[in-house]
């Protein structure tokens, strides 16, 4: 089993619709929960970050997390064309030593103008 | 502030050869990161450094990799001799602390034929 598991896609929908992405993780020891959104010939970029159970809310991004069902999400509201990008979500388990990071595959994002 | 920058940006090789691609960190981060996307498969964390040192090497997939950062500044990773399965984008990340957040740069193209 993969440690973490992101919904497949890609994901096409119209601009200023609401996006939900996905994903699940395997090991209750990942304490840091990340969402990456990267461009294309371009490096992933931290767009979210959460360590605790709730949402976390940056202008048009929430994210959300749910260790009890080990499920992390993030919502897109009003999305806008330059939202078109790959999205990976990415998970850390705690302590100093365990700093690397254990991405899900992505999933590729297209608003519609 | 510079980011992090790779060299490389592609490189094209013939399977036996010898490639080293380079990663120029973030200024005065200690941390730096390979990972690694082969095509398909979610980006996956090869190895780590604190400053010269090596902190993490558990995604090293053989002893054909061979990473160094003389001086804790700048990083190479060679490949010798490259097989067609080292195909992938290589990313380089550096963070100021073990915990902080881990800033990606754009990514080393490898196709080996």
């Known amino acids: 089993q993969k440690e973490v598991e992101q919904d497949p896609g890609p994901l096409s929908v119209p601009e200023g619709a609401i996006v939900s992405l996905n994903c699940t993780y395997s090991?209750?020891?990942?304490?840091?929960f990340m969402w990456y959104r990267q461009y294309s010939r371009k490096g992933p970029e931290l767009l979210m970050y959460t360590y605790s159970s709730g949402n976390k809310e940056d202008g048009r991004f929430t994210a959300q997390v749910d260790k009890s069902s080990k499920y992390i999400s993030l919502f897109i509201r009003d999305s806008q064309p330059s939202d078109s990008a790959t999205y990976l979500c990415a998970i850390k388990r705690g302590g100093g030593a365990n700093s690397k990071l254990t991405f899900g595959k992505g999933i590729t994002l297209s608003v519609r103008p | 502030e510079a980011g992090v920058t790779q060299f490389p940006s592609h490189s094209v090789i013939e399977k036996g050869q010898t490639v080293t691609l380079r990663c120029d960190p973030i200024s005065g981060h200690d941390n730096l990161y390979w990972y690694r996307r082969v095509m398909g498969k979610e980006i996956k964390f090869l190895l780590h450094?604190?400053?010269?040192?090596?902190?993490?090497e558990s995604g090293m997939p053989n002893n054909r990799f061979l990473a160094e950062r003389t001086g804790g500044t700048y990083s190479t990773l060679k490949v010798q001799p490259a097989e067609l399965e080292d195909s992938g984008v290589y990313f380089c990340a550096s963070s100021q602390g073990l915990g902080d957040t881990q800033y990606f740069g754009p990514g080393t193209r490898l196709t080996v034929l």
């Open positions: 090991n209750s020891a990942f304490q840091y």
């Open positions: 450094f604190v400053k010269e040192s090596k902190q993490d």
